[in-house]
């Protein structure tokens, strides 16, 4: 079976893998699901054999009002289906081994990265325009308002929760005007990332490149067999 939790201490991982066959660990925007095509998680994950860890693709979910014009629902999927590729979120997120994750759990000590076919890391912090404007509303109004900081620079958290560096139109604009392809054809990214993982410098960790996926923003339109994927 398979047991989900936030981003907690590693330890506690590895003590939940005593009880469970893999341990998801991810942050409460984080969703794995699979390709239907390619069957269910567990049975996807039952392919990855002893693997310490496994990494799905990660796609950062991005509403286009222009074409989804439904709320955001239960069944996220069922009305938003554009996504982008991310290597930032292509997490090694499923803990199968022993293996340590960074802080955000963006990076793992295993040497080997294990990308099984159909699997993907949901990132929903684009998933609704409205809801995405809210949430940042209120980390302006924490941050401008309680930091103590003189410039965002000077503070650990991102410089996206000071208003004075956000700019909501130019990423809406960037979204409504950039190109779709229909389907989800990663192969060939897949093979990139698995040849590109590196040592992270000055660390224990394992990563991969930011710039396999960098570049002007290109979306993916979902075929509608994932509309109950998540």
């Known amino acids: 079976d398979v047991c989900a939790i936030g981003h907690i201490a590693d330890h506690w991982a590895q003590g939940l893998r005593i009880y469970h066959d893999a341990v998801i660990v991810g942050d409460v925007d984080e969703l794995v699901i699979t390709d239907p095509a390619v069957g269910t998680l567990p049975e996807v994950l039952q ?33 938003r289906r554009h996504v982008r590729l991310s290597a930032l979120y292509s997490k090694p997120c499923i803990v199968k081994g022993p293996t340590r994750l960074s802080r955000g759990g963006h990076y793992a000590t295993s040497r080997k990265l294990e990308m099984p076919v159909g699997l993907y890391l949901l990132h929903l912090k684009h998933a609704d325009r409205e809801l995405y404007t809210g949430t940042m509303d209120r980390r302006n109004s924490v941050a401008d308002g309680s930091s103590g900081v003189a410039s965002p620079k000077d503070a650990m958290i991102g410089r996206h929760w000071f ?31 698995q040849n ?3 040592p992270r410098p000055k660390t224990e960790f394992w990563e991969i490149p ?10 993916h339109r979902l075929p509608d067999r994932f509309k109950n994927a998540a």
Do not use: C, Y
């Open 47 to 79: 392919q990855t054999g002893k693997a310490d860890v496994i990494t799905p693709i990660g796609l950062e979910l991005i509403h286009r009002p222009s074409e989804e014009t439904e709320a955001l629902g239960s069944q996220i999927l069922a009305t």
């Open 163 to 193: 208003s004075k560096t956000r700019n909501d139109q130019r990423w809406f604009d960037t979204v409504d005007a950039a190109p779709v392809t229909d389907g989800v054809p990663f192969d060939d990214l897949r093979t990139a990332m």
């Open 196 to 198: 590109a993982w590196r």
């Open 210 to 219: 930011g710039d396999i996926t960098a570049g002007p923003l290109r979306l």
